[in-house]
Nanobody, 121 residues
Framework: QVHLVESGGGLVQPGGSLRLSCAASGSIFRIYVMGWYRQAPGKQRELVATITSGGGSVYADSVEGRFTISRGNAENTAYLQMNSLEPEDTAVYYC???????????????WGQGTQVTVSA
């Protein structure tokens, strides 16, 4: 019912910045949480940051102080501003949302297809 599309990934040098975007569409009653996860080759998918409908956010220790998650004006978008990027940040970044539909209104988890972020000199 909910479709998530990420954009903004690419190749950046160490110390550089990127801004990722996630847009949610489909049959949506309410989005409770949006977030970003990442998965590097050979590693498990891990939390990067999440933000609730009330604006509260949490970050992984590895990105605290460097990344900032935010919500768009339409409340169906999320952004991840990534500064001071390091080679260790190289991964596929996935948008995540917890949302309910207009019929049963049961919260469910949705995932985007991911966008590649590569940090290399």
């Amino acid at each position: 019912q909910v479709h998530l599309v990420e954009s903004g990934g690419g190749l950046v040098q160490p110390g550089g910045s990127l801004r990722l975007s996630c847009a949610a569409s489909g049959s949506i009653f309410r989005i409770y949480v949006m977030g970003w996860y990442r998965q590097a080759p050979g590693k498990q998918r891990e939390l990067v940051a999440t933000i609730t409908s009330g604006g509260g956010s949490v970050y992984a220790d590895s990105v605290e102080g460097r990344f900032t998650i935010s919500r768009g004006n339409a409340e169906n978008t999320a952004y991840l501003q990534m500064n001071s990027l390091e080679p260790e940040d190289t991964a596929v970044y996935y948008c995540n949302a917890v949302a309910s539909g207009p019929l049963d209104r049961t919260p469910r988890t949705y995932w985007g297809q991911g966008t590649q972020v590569t940090v290399s000199a």
